[in-house]
Each structure stands twice: as C-alpha cells, then as structure tokens.
C-alpha cells in the first residue's frame, strides 16, 4: 500500500477522515455539515496545510485513497481534544471504511511517527485523544503512547520519541 506526504489537495480527504474519528462507533453521531460547523473540529483542518503540519496519505496502488493521519500544533487558548502543550503537535488518524483492519492504520501512525522525526526541527512529542471503549487505543499504545490525562470521556495519550542524532 503506497504512503506519501499530505499536501494541499488533501484538505477534502482530510475533513472526510476527521469525519470517521467523530464516528469511530460507527453511527453517525456527526454528519459531515456539522463537522463543517463546529468551530473544535475546524481547529484540526482550518487552513490546511499551515506551517508545521504534517501528514501522511494511505492510497490504493490506483491512487484511491484509504487513509490519513497529519499533525498540528495548537494554542493553549483555542486546544485540541487531545491538547497536551502549545509545541506538541495533536494527531488525527483514520482509515475509510471497507479498508481497516488490515494493517493501513497502523503503517500510517508508523510514517508519522517517522515524518514527526524528519522535520526541519524534529516533532519527538505527538499527542491525541482517544475516547473510552475505542479499540484504537490498543494500537496507540503498542506503538508506546502512554496516557497523560483525560478530557472528558476520553485519554489524551503522548508519545515521546527518542530525538534523532544531530546531524
Ligand atoms: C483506528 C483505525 C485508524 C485503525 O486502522 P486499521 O487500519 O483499522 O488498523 P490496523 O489494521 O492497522 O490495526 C492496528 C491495530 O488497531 C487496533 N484496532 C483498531 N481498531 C480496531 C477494531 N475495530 N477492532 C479491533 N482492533 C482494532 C488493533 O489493536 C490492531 O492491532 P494489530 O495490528 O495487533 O492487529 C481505524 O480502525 C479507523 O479509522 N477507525 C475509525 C476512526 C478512528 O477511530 N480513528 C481514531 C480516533 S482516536
């Protein structure tokens, strides 16, 4: 399954995949004109992409998409879910339906995790959010996200990566 870096043109698919972790029970607890209404969710998508984002795109070998996860750093006075620090970027990750389970999820994380490392100035901190009964959480934790805090009814998880060697 081909991976590359999330541009410009992924705003739409963006918002789609944001739409599926709002609905990760898989009823539709949101519709997709109230995702594009609630000021939260727009903090994760607004102005796509802005500097210091980063993300990763899951395609088919037919340039389909499958999946996305990206990061973005966000103020104290207007946070994330997931808000842990202004300098510690909040991710968000899903997969389309029809495509999960077989191993897209977690090779997204994996590259973003190691995109995180890639920037200019190295990301070694990721944070997210993750609301109780969602399996997803054995995922984070697998790849060594541990649990910081809660928000309501969910973790906020961080994952602190070893900084790479100074080049
Ligand atoms: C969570 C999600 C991104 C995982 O992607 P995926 O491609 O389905 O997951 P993978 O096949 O890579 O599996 C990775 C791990 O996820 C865990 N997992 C995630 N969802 C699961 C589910 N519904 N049931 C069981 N395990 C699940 C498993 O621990 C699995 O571990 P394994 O690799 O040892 O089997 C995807 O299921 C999804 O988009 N869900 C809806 C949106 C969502 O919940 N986003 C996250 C919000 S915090």
New binding site residues.
């Given amino acids: 399954m081909p991976l590359r870096s999330a541009t410009a043109h992924d705003a739409g698919l963006l918002r789609d ?1 944001l739409l ?2 709002y ?2 029970t898989g009823e539709q607890r949101f519709t997709a004109e109230r995702l594009a209404a609630d000021p939260y969710a727009a903090r994760y998508l607004a102005g796509w992409p802005r500097e210091g984002d980063f993300g990763v795109v899951a395609e088919t070998g037919t340039g389909d998409p499958i ?1 996305a ?1 990206w990061a973005r750093r966000l103020p104290e006075d207007e946070p994330g879910y997931g808000f842990v620090a202004p300098d510690v970027p909040e991710l ?6 029809g ?11 994996t590259a973003l995790v190691r995109s995180a490392l890639d920037q200019p100035r190295p990301v070694t901190r990721l944070s ?4 109780d009964g ?7 934790a ?1 790849l060594g996200f541990v649990r910081v805090g809660r928000n309501g009814g969910s973790d906020t998880m961080l994952l602190t990566s070893p900084a790479p060697p100074a080049s």
Wanted: proline share 6%; aromatic share 6%; net charge positive.
């Fill in positions: 995949v599926e972790a609905n990760w999946g996860a968000t990750l899903g997969v389309l339906p495509h999960r389970g077989r191993g897209h999820g977690r090779a997204l994380l997210l959010s993750v609301e969602n399996p997803a959480v054995r995922l984070y697998s």
